[in-house]
């Protein structure tokens, strides 16, 4: 019984796209226009500013990811907060933050999803749209006034229309960021730099003239030893190459197309010269044997380990591998070591932040437009997270208890209240004992409010990569059911191919003379169908919108 | 292991006694010999990686990322199991645990019982429907989203009926104890009942007695599958405080490893060194089932082997 239930765990994914379909029959779709139903507990006056909170003491269900460094506490401040503040209280469906995208799936498959579903990216709505269990949330911003106040003022709707379906609609209300927000980047030892007299690089041929330095002078070891090589081999170390050469990405965020704005048109993002260039770079440190070639295989606890033994320098970072991992690491085993973060180096495409203005998000269940309170939940959705006030309250939590302010107005953690270390030994933790800073209600917003809890060494890193110009977000391209059906079946074997092929060209396996050959292969594995379809339903978005 | 009887050793001088039954003969040396080198490697093998783990979870995370943690604590620290200690959800959930386990291993045994003996029975009308049925189960499944509705819709979710109703029979375990009671001689049925005795007194008083190899091990078998399972826990219980410790184990492995936490930089003498973190998780959820196996390891080989020997 039990084994089957891990078979079950696996068949999840068809199952639900077989009810999906069942499901399609069965929607008859509600009048979008008239709301005169759905008004109970709403505010007649609700927009930018006004405190929002509902005439009528309301409940709604929500999908609540419990996080194990603050499991749920039925006590927090948070809640008994948020129902003075707005006469709503939350019936919570907790979830392990382990498995909560096998749940969430379940739950919408078997109808029995709360109303509000938080924590979901982007490309995980696609699986949902067919099958009608989720509203489409675009038909319906006129009820959110701090949502279309911010898309307008941070001019985000490009990115939004990348999450628009076939029907021109969107299904999810994403988390939004003012300023694009990347964080992983190389993490370099700075004792080796300064002992070989050497500046902090800034573009990659920077960073292979650093690589050289450290070989020359420690000529037993590989000087970069990279990690996040599961399950695909070099997540971090590819991505970051291939967003510096302009492409859309490549690694752990593998895209298989790429905007061509010269062209207006998609490329296939690992047939381009731009790919080409980035991996001959890489085949260069491999062969001058500064890479590790163990980097595109190996756990990141090897990596690590390395790390610590001084038999590398450079491994990939984000802001807590280095606070977390690298530097105990290195406190443990050689205390003179020192190791930063430097920011991402430049490449062909230019000084450029890749990172995205948009994140994860809240769906909402298509029952709750039967719902007599609709109108109050989207107010109240559109006030908790959306607006300046709403999400001050979710990160910080309530003035003179949970955070005082400055002379300046900028938020500081009262004295007896710890997150992340900021306030050692404070009795209280702003997340354990008061629900704050919970990453269900708080994300997004300015950057002030997003780098509030950032150590000062982040925050500098974060000021040199918001002085670069943000990537602008390719055009939508929404392709219709049997299309997605049709690319996810030419999906796989080409990412398997380009996967492959890639690890050929870095470790020297295969020849770079040999690269018109590798794009013919692609070409056979249907690349340029792939390409026809992406690039006509860019077209068609583009005569229907 | 070669184990030598005190008993059989030579004394003094006087020539060996020559041994009745099997005669040692060099070459049966030589394969005990053989033998105990070869099992004593198992049990290397078996054990070190279990020593191994219990080192890592005793030991402080800089050296094992150093990868210098082998059979031997290094830097002997508690932090992590008190950390996991100190946790009131960490006791509810292993108590919970314990009592679907206990729960959920009853129910099983009964109704597994009670299906295999009437399996048993040559002159069952319909026998080998019932058969189909169980053994059509292991072949084709509902899928996920149809059992959750229908547990759901039975109100079952949120109770321990939800892990142990939908489980309670293996299909596997049901065939091994059928052809384990088809194996006992039916003169005995048959004379309990010339003795006056119905159906429900010869299956508790003569084939129950006679069935405690095989029940101490579907026992073991279930108790171990359940004690492990988070699945069906992860699938019907929509609060934390019904999780088994399984599932709290789970996550909050995934909360010290997991993506989710990006963005968010945790103080780093609160971030739960994940490798030790694992060591700790598997010693404290391997540690009661294992107390369970001496007790009925004896059982265990003979219950299994008498099953198996008639199909």
Same mark, same amino acid.
């Given at each position: 019984?039990?084994?089957?239930?891990?078979?079950?765990?696996?068949?999840?994914?068809?199952?639900?796209?077989?009810?999906?379909?069942?499901?399609?029959?069965?929607?008859?779709?509600?009048?979008?226009?008239?709301?005169?139903?759905?008004?109970?507990?709403?505010?007649?006056?609700?927009?930018?500013?006004?405190?929002?909170?509902?005439?009528?003491?309301?409940?709604?269900?929500?999908?609540?990811?419990?996080?194990?460094?603050?499991?749920?506490?039925?006590?927090?401040?948070?809640?008994?907060?948020?129902?003075?503040?707005?006469?709503?209280?939350?019936?919570?469906?907790?979830?392990?933050? =382990?498995?909560?995208?096998?749940?969430?799936?379940?739950?919408?498959?078997?109808? !029995?999803?709360?109303?509000?579903?938080?924590?979901?990216?982007?490309?995980?709505?696609?699986?949902?749209?067919?099958?009608?269990?989720?509203? *489409?949330?675009?038909?319906?911003?006129?009820?959110?006034?701090?949502?279309?106040?911010?898309?307008?003022?941070?001019?985000?709707? *490009?990115?939004?229309?990348?999450?628009?379906?076939?029907?021109?609609?969107?299904?999810?209300?994403?988390?939004?960021?003012?300023?694009?927000?990347?964080?992983?980047?190389?993490?370099?030892?700075? &004792?080796?730099?300064?002992?070989?007299?050497?500046?902090?690089?800034?573009?990659?041929?920077?960073?292979?003239?650093?690589?050289?330095?450290?070989?020359?002078?420690?000529? !037993?070891?590989?000087?970069?030893?990279?990690?996040?090589?599961?399950?695909?081999?070099?997540?971090?170390?590819?991505?970051?190459?291939?967003?510096?050469?302009?492409?859309?990405?490549?690694?752990?965020?593998?895209?298989?197309?790429?905007?061509?704005?010269?062209?207006?048109?998609?490329?296939?993002?690992?047939?381009?010269?731009?790919?080409?260039?980035?991996?001959?770079?890489?085949?260069?440190?491999?062969?001058?044997?500064?890479?590790?070639?163990?980097?595109?295989?190996?756990?990141?606890?090897?990596?690590?380990?390395?790390?610590?033994?001084?038999?590398?320098?450079?491994?990939?970072?984000?802001?807590?591998?280095?606070? #977390?991992?690298?530097?105990?690491?290195?406190?443990?085993?050689?205390? /003179?070591?020192?190791?930063?973060?430097?920011?991402?180096? +430049?490449?062909?495409?230019?000084?450029?932040?890749?990172?995205?203005?948009?994140?994860?998000?809240?769906?909402?269940?298509?029952?709750?437009?039967?719902?007599? #309170?609709?109108?109050?939940?989207?107010?109240?959705?559109?006030?908790?997270?959306?607006?300046?006030?709403?999400?001050?309250?979710?990160?910080?939590?309530?003035?003179?208890?949970?955070?005082?302010?400055?002379?300046?107005?900028?938020?500081?953690?009262?004295?007896?209240?710890?997150?992340?270390?900021?306030?050692?030994?404070?009795? /209280?933790?702003?997340?354990? !004992?008061?629900?704050?800073?919970?990453?269900?209600?708080?994300?997004?917003?300015?950057?002030?409010?997003?780098?509030?809890?950032?150590?000062?060494?982040?925050?500098?890193?974060?000021?040199?990569?918001?002085?670069?110009?943000?990537?602008?977000?390719?055009?939508?391209?929404?392709?219709?059911?049997?299309?997605?059906?049709?690319?996810?079946?030419?999906?796989?074997?080409?990412?398997?191919?380009?996967?492959?092929?890639?690890?050929?060209?870095?470790?020297?396996?295969?020849?770079?003379?040999?690269?018109?050959?590798?794009?013919?292969?692609?070409? =056979?594995?249907?690349?340029?169908?792939?390409?026809?379809? $992406?690039?006509?339903?860019?077209?068609?978005?583009?005569?229907?919108? | 292991?070669?184990?030598?009887?005190?008993?059989?050793?030579?004394?003094?001088?006087?020539?060996?006694?020559?041994?009745?039954?099997?005669?040692?003969?060099?070459?049966?040396? +030589?394969?005990?010999?053989?033998?105990?080198?070869?099992?004593?490697?198992?049990?290397?093998?078996?054990?070190? *990686?279990?020593?191994?783990?219990?080192?890592?979870?005793?030991?402080?995370?800089?050296?094992?990322?150093?990868?210098?943690?082998?059979?031997?604590?290094?830097?002997?620290?508690?932090?992590?199991?008190?950390?996991?200690?100190?946790?009131?959800?960490?006791?509810?959930?292993?108590?919970?645990?314990?009592?679907?386990?206990?729960?959920?291993? $009853?129910?099983?045994?009964?109704?597994?019982?009670?299906?295999?003996?009437?399996?048993?029975?040559?002159?069952?009308?319909?026998?080998?429907?019932?058969?189909?049925?169980?053994?059509?189960?292991?072949?084709?499944?509902?899928?996920?989203?149809?059992?959750?509705?229908?547990?759901?819709?039975?109100?079952?979710?949120?109770?321990?009926?939800?892990?142990?109703?939908? #489980?309670?029979?293996?299909?596997?375990?049901?065939?091994?104890? /059928?052809?384990?009671?088809?194996?006992?001689?039916?003169?005995?049925?048959?004379?309990?009942?010339? &003795?006056?005795?119905?159906?429900?007194?010869?299956?508790?008083?003569?084939?129950?007695?006679?069935?405690?190899?095989?029940?101490?091990?579907?026992?073991?078998?279930?108790?171990?599958?359940?004690?492990?399972?988070?699945?069906?826990?992860?699938?019907?219980?929509?609060?934390?405080?019904?999780?088994?410790?399984?599932?709290?184990?789970?996550?909050?492995?995934?909360?010290?490893?997991?993506?989710?936490?990006?963005?968010?930089?945790?103080?780093?003498?609160?971030?739960?060194?994940?490798?030790?973190?694992?060591?700790?998780?598997?010693?404290?959820?391997?540690?009661?089932?294992?107390? +369970?196996?001496?007790?009925?390891?004896?059982?265990?080989?003979?219950?299994?082997?008498?099953?198996?020997? /008639?199909?």
């Amino acid at each position: 019984m039990f084994r089957r239930s891990w078979r079950h765990a696996a068949a999840a994914a068809a199952v639900l796209l077989a009810l999906g379909s069942v499901t399609a029959c069965g929607d008859d779709s509600s009048d979008s226009e008239d709301l005169s139903e759905n008004r109970a507990g709403a505010m007649e006056n609700y927009a930018v500013g006004t405190q929002f909170k509902a005439t009528e003491p309301l409940s709604f269900s929500v999908l609540y990811n419990n996080h194990p460094n603050y499991p749920l506490k039925e006590d927090w401040l948070f809640w008994t907060e948020l129902q003075s503040r707005t006469n709503v209280s939350l019936e919570k469906v907790s979830v392990p933050l =382990s498995d909560y995208n096998q749940k969430r799936s379940l739950l919408i498959g078997a109808g !029995d999803a709360p109303l509000l579903i938080p924590k979901t990216y982007p490309p995980d709505v696609h699986a949902y749209v067919s099958s009608g269990a989720i509203l *489409p949330v675009s038909d319906y911003l006129d009820l959110m006034p701090n949502l279309k106040d911010k898309i307008e003022k941070w001019n985000l709707k *490009p990115e939004i229309d990348t999450l628009r379906q076939q029907d021109g609609k969107f299904y999810l209300l994403p988390g939004l960021h003012e300023k694009p927000w990347h964080e992983y980047s190389l993490a370099v030892r700075t &004792d080796i730099l300064e002992e070989l007299n050497l500046e902090v690089p800034k573009t990659w041929d920077d960073v292979y003239t650093m690589l050289k330095a450290m070989k020359a002078a420690h000529p !037993d070891v590989y000087p970069f030893s990279d990690r996040f090589s599961q399950p695909n081999p070099a997540g971090n170390l590819l991505n970051m190459l291939a967003v510096s050469h302009g492409l859309a990405g490549a690694g752990w965020n593998f895209q298989h197309v790429t905007w061509n704005a010269q062209a207006q048109q998609f490329e296939y993002t690992a047939a381009t010269e731009h790919y080409r260039h980035m991996l001959e770079y890489l085949n260069k440190l491999v062969a001058e044997k500064l890479l590790d070639p163990e980097s595109f295989t190996q756990t990141d606890d090897l990596a690590r380990q390395k790390l610590a033994n001084g038999k590398s320098f450079v491994i990939s970072s984000n802001a807590q591998t280095l606070v #977390n991992d690298y530097r105990p690491d290195l406190a443990a085993t050689n205390p /003179k070591a020192k190791i930063t973060k430097i920011p991402l180096p +430049v490449g062909p495409a230019g000084e450029i932040n890749p990172a995205s203005r948009l994140e994860n998000g809240m769906m909402i269940s298509s029952k709750a437009r039967e719902s007599k #309170n609709f109108v109050a939940m989207m107010q109240f959705v559109d006030w908790l997270w959306y607006s300046d006030e709403g999400q001050e309250f979710a990160k910080w939590g309530v003035e003179g208890t949970t955070f005082v302010r400055d002379a300046a107005g900028k938020p500081t953690l009262a004295p007896d209240v710890d997150m992340i270390g900021l306030n050692p030994g404070a009795p /209280k933790h702003l997340q354990k !004992d008061f629900g704050f800073g919970n990453g269900v209600f708080s994300y997004g917003g300015k950057p002030e409010l997003v780098q509030g809890f950032f150590s000062p060494e982040e925050q500098e890193f974060q000021q040199v990569m918001n002085a670069r110009a943000p990537k602008s977000p390719p055009p939508p391209y929404p392709l219709s059911d049997e299309e997605r059906e049709q690319v996810s079946l030419w999906e796989t074997p080409l990412k398997d191919h380009v996967y492959q092929a890639t690890l050929q060209f870095i470790l020297g396996q295969r020849d770079f003379a040999q690269w018109d050959a590798y794009v013919a292969e692609l070409k =056979s594995k249907s690349m340029d169908a792939y390409l026809e379809t $992406v690039n006509g339903a860019y077209k068609r978005f583009q005569e229907n919108n | 292991m070669v184990t030598v009887d005190a008993t059989e050793r030579p004394t003094g001088s006087a020539p060996r006694p020559r041994r009745r039954g099997i005669q040692e003969t060099r070459g049966y040396r +030589v394969f005990q010999v053989v033998n105990g080198i070869i099992l004593t490697l198992v049990v290397v093998v078996t054990l070190y *990686p279990f020593v191994n783990i219990v080192a890592r979870s005793l030991s402080d995370e800089a050296y094992i990322i150093a990868g210098q943690v082998n059979l031997v604590p290094r830097g002997f620290t508690l932090d992590t199991y008190q950390f996991l200690m100190s946790d009131p959800l960490f006791w509810t959930n292993y108590r919970n645990t314990v009592f679907y386990t206990v729960t959920a291993t $009853v129910i099983s045994i009964v109704m597994t019982t009670c299906y295999a003996y009437v399996l048993s029975k040559k002159q069952l009308k319909g026998r080998s429907a019932l058969v189909g049925i169980a053994v059509f189960t292991m072949f084709f499944t509902g899928g996920l989203i149809p059992n959750y509705v229908l547990v759901t819709s039975l109100g079952l979710k949120n109770s321990v009926w939800a892990i142990a109703l939908p #489980n309670a029979i293996n299909v596997f375990n049901l065939l091994v104890m /059928k052809a384990f009671f088809e194996s006992l001689p039916t003169e005995l049925e048959e004379a309990a009942a010339v &003795d006056g005795l119905n159906t429900y007194g010869i299956l508790l008083r003569i084939v129950l007695p006679l069935s405690k190899a095989i029940v101490a091990t579907m026992v073991l078998f279930y108790a171990v599958a359940f004690w492990n399972s988070w699945f069906a826990a992860f699938l019907y219980m929509d609060r934390q405080e019904l999780w088994p410790v399984t599932v709290y184990l789970r996550n909050l492995i995934a909360g010290a490893t997991g993506a989710e936490n990006v963005g968010s930089i945790t103080e780093a003498n609160e971030v739960q060194a994940e490798a030790t973190l694992k060591a700790v998780t598997i010693v404290l959820t391997t540690l009661p089932i294992l107390l +369970v196996y001496p007790f009925v390891q004896r059982y265990f080989v003979r219950g299994i082997m008498l099953g198996a020997v /008639k199909g």
